[in-house]
């Protein structure tokens, strides 16, 4: 079984530029998430969607951060402007079952961004 | 103060040691418990659930004390291939998952 996939897997931008990440969830995966993760830090919650309706975005910084689940499927993560604080990894993970809080979640790669 | 709270290590034992992690909660109402593991510039690994009446699985064992609050995990007999970091995660009954920042553990031989 294929695993989360994410790209890109490293981006470098300078401040106030803006990026993109991308997701692609497990199949058949309900709920998608994505994660920021701050070096020396544990992954903090950014946005849970279940298919293709937003369950909590409530850490979401919403004045540069949006996301999308396209058919409740792919999901992508934007950043506009990107400020140096936002220097993380980015990771997305998918979970099988809906609004369950027993679910697995499986992680993909992480996407590493550095702003300089 | 954090939902979530973990032994900020780092912890080095040596081949063979048992070490023990606790994590502590401040929401009641959580509904699961999980301990992932993160290898060193990889993503997080599911390494066991927390039950209530506590569970093991092989030289690890978890607890869940719901009265006050904290999951603890217990490593026996350490090998070189357990040094990771260990992630403490309290899910509420809506599936939101809260990550601790996790302790490291380095196994020494």
């Known amino acids: 079984e294929a695993g989360v996939a994410q790209s890109p897997r490293y981006k470098i931008i300078e401040k106030r530029q803006s990026v993109a990440f991308w997701c692609n969830p497990i199949?058949?995966?309900?709920?998608l998430y994505w994660y920021q993760q701050i070096l020396g830090q544990g992954p903090k919650l950014l946005i849970q969607f279940q298919n293709n309706g937003v369950v909590d975005d409530s850490q979401l910084p919403k004045d540069r951060f949006s996301a999308e689940r396209l058919k409740g499927v792919d999901s992508t993560l934007k950043i506009q402007p990107a400020k140096l604080e936002d220097s993380a990894v980015y990771l997305c993970?998918?979970?099988?079952?809906?609004?369950?809080?027993?679910?697995?979640?499986?992680f993909g790669p992480g996407t590493r961004l550095t702003v300089l | 103060r954090k939902e979530v709270e973990q032994d900020p290590g780092p912890f080095n034992v040596p081949e063979g040691a048992t070490v023990a992690f606790n994590c502590t909660y401040s929401?009641?109402?959580?509904?699961?418990f999980f301990w992932y593991r993160q290898d060193c510039r990889k993503e997080p690994k599911l390494l066991m659930s927390?039950?209530?009446s506590g569970n093991e699985d092989g030289r690890f064992t978890a607890q869940l004390n719901r009265a006050s609050q904290y999951i603890s995990l217990l490593i026996r007999d350490s090998k070189l291939s357990d040094s990771a970091t260990y992630l403490c995660?309290?899910?509420?009954?809506?599936?939101?998952?809260?990550f601790g920042d996790g302790t490291t553990l380095t196994v020494k031989p």
């Open positions: 199949s058949g995966h309900a709920t």
């Open positions: 929401n009641s109402a959580s509904q699961s």
């Open positions: 995660v309290v899910n509420t009954n809506a599936g939101k998952s809260t």
């Open positions: 927390v039950y209530s």
């Open positions: 993970a998918s979970s099988p079952l809906k609004g369950s809080s027993y679910n697995e979640q499986f």
